[in-house]
């Protein structure tokens, strides 16, 4: 008969925790340390190109922003093709490929919320001008700006958002996105209640 496994030898085998830094193990056990985005892994998976907002998440400053800004260039090319109904439609499509897309490209990189991920910004920018348009550009700036500021200052409730789904897998790729989207419900909840007290 085999002796029991010491404390040790139970704690050996317990999953690893993944973490922002150290992460997912190899075959061998061993930990896998982070990837650094680049355009070869961008290339490497379908997955991969789209939640690094086909290479704006690659700038080497303030990808969330950059990101953005090529949301919002892509969405004033893609109303001269396809109507209200239609944007709506590729929208609420692109939520469910992102979370995919995210979760994909998380795992790969083996840091839970990447910040060359931007495919939830690209999602939460097209929903908050869906919604907003149409509008002059100094409503899309506002807009744009607003976002961000949620985006990245996380204030409540979007840290909440941000903070409830955490970690690796299918919930960890969900949280990328949904604290973004949060985040574009909060721009346009400002922006309607400042056009209802005429501060624009």
């Known amino acids: 008969m085999s002796p029991a496994p010491s404390p040790d030898d139970v704690q050996d085998v317990q999953p690893k925790r993944f973490t922002p830094h150290a992460t997912h193990p190899h075959a061998d056990g061993e930990p896998a340390t982070s990837r650094r985005p680049s355009l070869s892994f961008m290339l490497q998976h379908p997955a991969h190109l789209l939640a690094l907002g086909f290479g704006s998440g690659l700038s080497p400053i303030a990808p969330g922003t ?34 995919w897309a995210c979760t994909v490209t998380a795992r790969n990189l083996h840091v839970d919320d990447p910040g060359c ?83 624009w």
């Not at 709506?88 to 939520?95: D, K, M, Q």
């Not at 001008?129 to 409730?157: S, V």
């Open 66 to 99: 950059a990101g953005t800004l090529w949301a919002w260039g892509v969405y004033l090319v893609l109303q001269h093709w396809l109507n209200t109904a239609q944007l709506g439609l590729l929208i609420a499509l692109s939520i469910p490929v992102g979370w």
């Open 117 to 199: 991920i931007v495919w939830d910004e690209v999602v939460a920018m097209w929903l908050v001008l869906w919604l907003l348009m149409p509008t002059g550009w100094a409503g899309q700036l506002l807009a744009f700006a607003l976002f961000r500021l949620f985006d990245a200052a996380k204030p409540q409730p979007v840290r909440w958002a941000d903070q409830h789904f955490k970690g690796s897998g299918w919930r960890g790729g969900w949280g990328i996105m949904f604290d973004d989207l949060v985040a574009a419900f909060c721009t346009l909840l400002v922006l309607a209640g400042g056009r209802h007290l005429g501060v």
